[in-house]
């Protein structure tokens, strides 16, 4: 293969690493302490769901849409009329965790990350007034998407005014994506499932999304199955994958988007709490991955950045902090040793 272009809109992140988003534990000074501390390339805006439904990812984003409001239920998240508890509750801890991360970043120069569910997980997880998911109507698919653009918006101004020296990077979480493509995210009675969407219109939503928004998009998805030829034509600027569900059999699909300059997002270190010591052998399947892909070993440390598999929520405080930091020495094995 040709040695992959860089795209111009992704900042240089040479050695860098990140988390996916949530931390575990309730204090957002200290999970800003620890998300801005162990990743010096690539701090991020942690997430707290143990604070309960509002602090949780879909809720969380819930609380970003403008003029859709949800609400908890027994089933789940549930659209309303107008904002209750549950919004204001998700509106005040992000309040909190922007303060939190304002102050450890002071004086910061460089790339942040911030997360949001993307718009067919929204849809796929959240219910209509009359029960049934929002996946369901095309119209209220459309309706989210151009909500939550809405909000981002406003989202990551807030973001750059408490942090002025950022160069922003947008992750959007779509867990749900390929079971949305497949056909196969149940319906509220939990019976039946809902029709697949069709891929065409998926990217659509997905394109228009990335383009109303004025920074580099990382779509992540830590299930099999990542369609990513599809995210590719949809804009985005990186893709976060849970390496331990790769097969050789997307070989081309990541060999194609690297080789377009798609940046790969590496989820390689552990999410729950294990015993990991060695920084480059937790690298060792990128390399491996790299070198069937025949590309060039000092390009690996310029085009692939180092997460964990997935969100640290159900991990200790300790080895939390412990990911983050192997996660940062195997990013930099990856520039130090690529081979």
Known sequence: MKPPTVPTSFPDLRGAATGVGSLPGTDAREAARTATGALEHLPFLPELPARGPGADMIGRSAGLLVEL???????????????????????????ED???????????????????VGPWTLAANIELK??????????????????????????????RKRVPGAEVLLQLDEPSLPAVLAGAVKTASGFQRLRAVDRQVAEEVLRELIRGLDAPVVVHSC?????VPLLRRAGVAGISLDFSL?????????????????????????????????PAGS??????????????????????????????????????????????????????NPE
């Not at 929002?134 to 939550?148: T, V």
């Not at 299930?223 to 369609?227: C, K, L």
């Not at 598999?309 to 983050?324: D, H, I, M, Q, V």
């Open 69 to 95: 409001f949800a609400q908890t239920e027994p089933s789940g998240w549930r659209f309303t009329d107008r904002p209750g508890r549950d919004t204001r509750r998700a509106h005040s801890w992000l309040g």
């Open 98 to 116: 922007l303060d939190a991360l304002e102050e450890f970043t002071q004086g910061h120069q460089g790339a942040l990350k911030v997360q949001a």
């Open 130 to 159: 009359h029960g049934e998911k929002a996946l369901a109507d095309p119209g209220a698919c459309r309706d989210i998407a151009g909500s939550l653009t809405e909000g981002l918006r406003r989202h990551l101004a807030e973001v």
């Open 223 to 227: 299930a099999p199955d990542v369609p």
């Open 246 to 278: 790769l097969t050789e059999r997307q070989d081309d699909d990541l060999g194609e988007a690297v080789e377009g300059g798609t940046v790969i997002l590496a989820g390689v270190v552990p999410a729950t709490d294990q015993a990991v010591s060695d």
């Open 283 to 336: 690298v060792q399947g990128v390399r491996t991955l790299w070198r069937r892909l025949g590309f060039a070993p000092e390009l690996l440390g310029r085009r692939v950045l180092v997460t964990p598999t997935c969100g640290l929520a159900g991990a200790s405080p300790a080895y939390a902090r412990r990911a983050l930091s192997l996660a940062a020495r195997a990013a930099q094995s990856l520039v130090d």
